[in-house]
Structure formats: structure tokens, C-alpha cells
């Protein structure tokens, strides 16, 4: 075999410069400006009509929870809608520089996780509709979203303007220091607390900000299978058990729509455990299984199967938390090919592995006759954040921040999966891309509240279920 016929083999990269003009060169296919487009085509599918389809699917007596959650506010249900925005994607103009897609891209899918070894770092969380696809994609849901959240937190468009600006031109400035990165050294760069708390040291950073990053970390740290003894499970007799908290977390037992949890242990914990690397899969080994419970999680995942799983190890003081979900074809498939995965749970895995660099110790996926699903630990230096008014969220001062991490840990991910160079030739060191990323925003978000105020009508009506969570 020739070098020549290696390095092909190898799919060896063009040098750096070549790759920027390549990336640049594709600015005349697609132009910058042409992403501020947003129209609807002729014949759209309402968003009623593609809840009522994805509805079909899912376990039945959850899908009233989930219209609720949705219905919560704007923001809530432009969360819940990745698979209205992916319809409304298809039809627009795309580079095609292709990067491992999230696929459900919002400024509530960020958070704080443990690497391996036990290294706190800062990206995105979740991966459910995760695909590879045209770049763009999620750097549009993200714009999108950080509009949407500005106005539900009751700020102006001048206000949403500034912080999807920040945040595209963050996204920018850190493709440009991947672009030339070298390969190994990218999949060791983490967004991680040192490296948080040097940006947040800057003066640019309001001190509210940096208090808030401050304890979310914290928050983060504390989180550990132990420190959830006593939060989510309770001692009978000479037991410990998961707490009943229904309709969110029940005992139940009953098989609908991949919810027989007898089947999930006999089948899928065995299909579970041989895709973990052999030191993972020993670990498992190690462990019994005590109790579980099925738990309702998320915003869009609502209505599909997810369960606890409560293990123990040396003794009660030696806990393991497991969380299983079930997983569906992604809302980016229609668009964009998913025939290189055996399963749903297989692809799932697959994306968050690359997106990450360093997922859960645990992750894994498996199948039984019923559901495809992935496995991870529910707790483990793990954070959430989430942009609101209530206590703990983060709020007008916080946000545009914040901002700045969302652009630079989707660069991260983006860089990690398709190439830096190509991306950043493509996005340039100007403004433009920020400013089309702001007019489709803009556009987008009023697109995102009629739809939204068509659902609630649809509520009202009769057409769609919804709980009444109060109760």
C-alpha cells in the first residue's frame, strides 16, 4: 500500500490554509446572508398535526405531561418542538459542512458533567436527536432559542439582538483556535472549570455572572450517587427503595410502548453491558440491582420510556444510579441519512461520544423486542442549567454571559465532530454571520409564537390532551 493510498484510507486532512479557502469558496454556493432567510413553504405541516403524529408513538398517559410542560410558556414550547423547527430547516439554504448535529440545539441544553476522571467540564447535555448534518442547523436552533428565551425572560428585541450576537461571535472566535489546534491536543480541550473560571475572571464579566458560574460548579460538584440517598429513595424496613412520586416517578410495571421494565432487565441489561468497554463492563459486574422506577424527564423526551435503576455495590454507602431511556428515530432523519447506526440508542451514544470527548462512565445503549434505548448515570457532577425568572435559573443579568459559554462549547462540539478550518473559513472573522444569525432569530421567533398559539388553542379545543400538573 502507497502512502497516497494510506493516507486516502486514512481520510488524511489538506492542510490548514486550504481547508479555510475551501470553507470560504462555499460562501459562493451559500452565501452568509442568505441564512437570515425564514419563510414557511406552501403546504407546511402545522405544528398540531406533527405533536399528534410524534404522540402516536409514545406511552399514552404521558403524552398529556408533555403538551403541559409545553404549554408552560413560548420558550417551554419551542423546547418541546425541535421536530416542527427541523421541517421548517429543510426548506432553507445550508452550507453543506457537515459536523455531528445535536439536533435539539436551545440555551437549556447546556450543563455541567464529570469526565471519566472525574474532571469538571461545560457543554451540551443532551443528545437525543443528535445526527450528523449541515452545521448550521444547530447554530440557528441556538440563535433561535436565545431570542425566544430573551423574550420570555421580558426583554426587548434589542436585548435578544445582543445576545445572539455575543453568541455567534464567540461560536466564531473559538473555531478559529480549533482550526489550528492539533488533532490529539483538540480531543483534550474541554471547556473545564479552570478554564471557566479564567474567562470569568475577565472585566468584562458582570460579578453576578461570575458568582452564578460559581455555584452552579458547586452545585455540580456536590451532585454524586451518594448525595441523592435520602433525596430519591427511602428506607423500608430493611430496604432501600425509590419514592414513589406520581405520575413523574412510579413503581409501575405494566408493558406499553417499551415500558415492561421485566423485559427491559432480562434483555436489555444484557445488550447493555457488552457495549461498555471490558474495565466499564467489570465495574458493572460489581453491582446488584435493588429497585426501579419509570420517570418521566425532559420536555420533549416526555411520552417516551425512561426508567431509574437503583444498585448497589460493597454496601448502601457504595450506590449506583443508573438511568435508562428509550430512544426514537430523530427528528433530523428525514433530512439527513441514519442508516450507519444499528439502533436508535446505538446512534444516541455514538453522538454524544464524539460531541463530548469524555461522556459518562456508564454510557451505553441497548435493545430488547420492545424499545431502543441508552443507559448513563442520573447523577455524577452533572448540572443543568435552565434561563428563567425562577430561583436558581439564569436571569436578565446572567444571560448574555452565558452566552458567550453556549457559542464557545457549540464550537467545541462542532470542531470535535466535522472540521474547525473548513467551519471557520466558511463563518469568517466579520460580522456577518452574527448578523444573519440575529435577522433569523427575529424571524424565527415570531414563527415559534404562532405556533405556539396555535397549540394552546389546540388545547383549548379539545384537539390535544394536556395535564393538569397542579394537581
Known amino acids: 500500500m502507497t502512502l497516497e493510498t494510506l493516507n486516502s484510507y486514512l481520510k488524511a486532512r489538506p492542510p490548514l490554509s486550504e481547508r479555510l479557502a475551501a470553507g470560504k469558496t462555499l460562501r459562493q454556493k451559500t452565501p452568509r446572508r442568505e441564512l437570515t432567510q425564514f419563510k414557511t413553504r406552501t403546504g407546511r405541516r402545522d405544528a398540531v398535526r406533527i405533536l399528534t403524529a410524534q404522540a402516536r408513538s409514545r406511552i399514552a398517559d404521558l403524552v398529556p405531561i408533555r403538551h403541559a410542560r409545553m404549554s408552560a ?16 430547516l429543510a426548506m432553507l439554504p445550508s452550507p453543506p459542512i457537515t459536523v455531528q448535529l445535536c439536533g435539539d440545539m436551545h440555551v437549556s441544553n447546556f450543563g455541567f458533567f464529570s469526565t471519566a476522571e472525574r474532571r469538571l467540564v461545560f457543554g451540551i447535555n443532551d443528545f437525543d436527536e443528535t445526527l450528523p448534518g449541515n452545521f448550521d442547523w444547530d447554530l440557528k436552533r441556538l440563535a433561535a432559542s436565545a431570542m425566544v428565551a430573551a423574550q420570555n425572560l421580558g426583554q426587548d428585541q434589542v436585548y435578544g439582538e445582543h445576545i445572539v450576537r455575543h453568541m455567534c461571535s464567540i461560536y466564531r472566535k473559538y473555531l478559529f483556535q480549533y482550526a489550528d489546534t492539533p488533532y490529539v491536543e483538540l480531543t ?11 474567562q470569568a475572571a475577565s472585566p468584562n464579566v458582570k460579578n453576578a455572572a461570575r458568582r ?14 451518594q448525595s441523592v440517598i435520602g433525596k430519591i429513595t427511602e428506607r423500608v ?12 416517578v ?10 415492561n421494565i421485566v423485559v427491559l432487565l432480562d434483555e436489555g441489561l444484557k445488550s447493555y453491558a457488552d457495549t461498555l468497554p471490558s474495565d466499564r463492563k467489570h465495574i458493572l459486574e460489581q453491582y446488584r440491582l435493588l429497585d426501579y422506577a419509570r420517570k418521566v424527564v425532559g420536555v420533549g423526551s416526555v411520552g417516551l420510556p425512561c426508567w431509574i435503576l437503583y444498585m448497589e455495590g460493597l454496601n448502601q454507602h457504595d450506590p449506583l444510579f443508573l438511568q435508562c431511556k428509550g430512544t426514537a428515530r430523530s427528528v433530523l432523519a428525514p433530512h ?3 442508516k450507519q447506526f444499528r439502533s436508535q440508542g446505538e446512534r444516541v451514544v455514538s453522538g454524544q461520544r464524539l460531541i463530548q470527548g469524555a461522556p459518562d462512565l456508564f454510557l451505553g445503549y441497548g435493545i430488547t423486542r420492545e424499545v431502543e434505548f441508552y443507559m448513563r448515570q442520573l ?17 436578565v443579568t446572567e444571560f448574555y454571559d452565558y452566552a458567550g459559554l453556549f457559542g464557545w462549547a457549540l464550537a467545541n ?3 470535535r465532530s466535522g472540521d474547525p478550518a473548513m467551519l471557520a473559513g466558511y463563518c469568517g472573522k466579520g460580522d456577518q454571520l452574527d448578523e444573519a444569525m440575529v435577522q433569523f432569530a427575529k424571524a424565527y421567533s415570531e414563527q415559534n409564537l404562532a405556533d405556539y398559539e396555535m397549540f394552546i388553542k389546540a388545547i383549548r379545543a379539545g384537539k390535544l390532551r394536556c395535564a393538569d400538573l397542579e394537581q
Open 73 to 88: 410558556d413560548p420558550f417551554a414550547f419551542f423546547r418541546g418542538g425541535a421536530a416542527i423547527m427541523a421541517q421548517d
Open 379 to 395: 447523577r455524577d457532577m452533572k448540572g443543568g442549567i435552565s434561563i428563567g425568572n425562577a430561583k436558581g435559573d439564569i436571569g
Open 413 to 415: 462540539a462542532h470542531a
Open 237 to 248: 424496613g430493611k430496604h432501600v427503595r425509590l419514592i414513589d412520586r406520581p405520575p413523574l
Open 336 to 338: 439527513f441519512p441514519d
Open 250 to 259: 412510579t413503581h409501575r410495571t405494566v408493558s406499553e410502548g417499551g415500558n
Open 188 to 198: 483534550r480541550t474541554y471547556i473545564d472549570d479552570v478554564a471557566i473560571m479564567a
Open 212 to 225: 452564578f458560574v460559581s455555584q452552579q460548579m458547586a452545585k455540580a460538584r456536590s451532585n454524586s450517587n
